[in-house]
């Protein structure tokens, strides 16, 4: 305002400039749009020009994230060797689909990869699409996680939002079967949140939302742990920006050494914590 009059500045955005805002938005993914995938059109992922599909973009920032983080491990491993993966809670399948490509047709090893889930007809209907699309090393069935016995030793157990103590059985699963690399993102953690008000921190607990997502951090916490006490190295890793998703946290293990000293403190930092929250949550009872 200058002598009691208004002045306004508008900034005027050219054709230039919108395509200058677009580029810095763009981002190099894994799989990128427009890539020729004719199961993720199946899916309802791509249109048939291969564009992503307005309400998946969130799915498809997901799949690709997550396929970012996994390239890490893939270093490994050398083109046409054997990769053996397991989908626990597989669902639609949309990871599974992604990391079959990925793994086979752009990194190019041999690829097993097995996904299982409960829903008989979400299993047949990944049967058919891998069928169809001749994604012969993939493999579905309809069964309890806790029934699957593999055939062959585990390279990679994968699973995305299984909720709650589903988790937890993932990772029970995934640790017997001597899996070598667990990547696990967890979703609706409730089993600490129904204990810990009235034992734990209470001015932490004055807000329900509040509560809620310390007791999921704490229950991810106490599974990175024990994941470290059966002989991995584990991280917790921001898995997409929680704008995206409030379900952002990617629990990433691999097996590794530990000295006798390092998983004394470990099990002594679980044991407090266990007593503060007053409770022995699933993952615990499964694997001690």
């Known amino acids: ?42 899916l309802g992922i791509f249109t048939k020009d291969y564009k992503v599909v307005a309400k998946m973009h969130d799915k498809f920032k997901q799949i690709n994230r ?3 983080l996994l390239s890490d491990i893939i270093k490994e491993y050398k083109e046409n060797d054997d990769i053996y993966i397991i989908d626990f809670g597989c669902g639609k399948s949309y990871l599974s689909f992604a990391v079959y490509y990925y793994l086979s047709v752009i990194k190019k090893l041999n690829v097993f990869l097995t996904g299982i889930d409960l829903k008989k007809e979400v299993v047949e209907d990944c049967k058919k699409l ?21 055939k062959h030793k585990i390279d ?25 690399h667990i990547f696990s993102v967890p ?22 939302i ?7 951090l704490i229950t991810d916490a106490i599974r990175a742990t024990v994941l470290e006490l ?3 190295k584990t ?17 990433r293990a691999s097996l590794a050494a530990h000295s006798p000293s390092y998983l004394k403190k470990k099990r002594e930092e679980l044991n407090d914590l266990l007593v503060r929250v007053d409770a022995i949550p699933m993952i615990v009872k499964l694997l001690g």
């Open 187 to 208: 979703c609706c953690q409730k089993e600490i949140n129904k204990n810990i008000a009235n034992s734990y921190e209470p001015i932490l607990f004055r807000y329900g």
């Open 66 to 68: 997550y396929l970012e």
């Open 235 to 251: 991280d917790i890793s921001e898995f997409v920006d929680l704008t995206d998703s409030p379900k952002n946290l990617l629990i």
């Open 1 to 42: 305002m200058k002598n009691g009059e208004i002045t306004r500045y508008q900034k005027i955005i050219t054709e230039n400039n919108v395509g200058v805002a677009n580029h810095n938005k763009e981002k190099n993914y894994l799989i990128p749009e427009g890539s020729p995938i004719p199961v993720f059109v199946k």
């Open 210 to 216: 509040l509560q809620e997502r310390v007791s999921a």
């Open 156 to 180: 990679l157990v994968i699973s995305l939002h299984a909720c709650d103590i589903a988790t937890d059985f993932v990772i029970h699963q995934a640790v017997k079967a001597g899996a070598k």
């Open 130 to 150: 891998a069928e169809e699309y001749g994604y012969s090393g993939m493999d579905f069935f309809a069964m309890d996680i806790k029934d699957f016995v593999p």
């Open 230 to 232: 059966n002989g991995y």
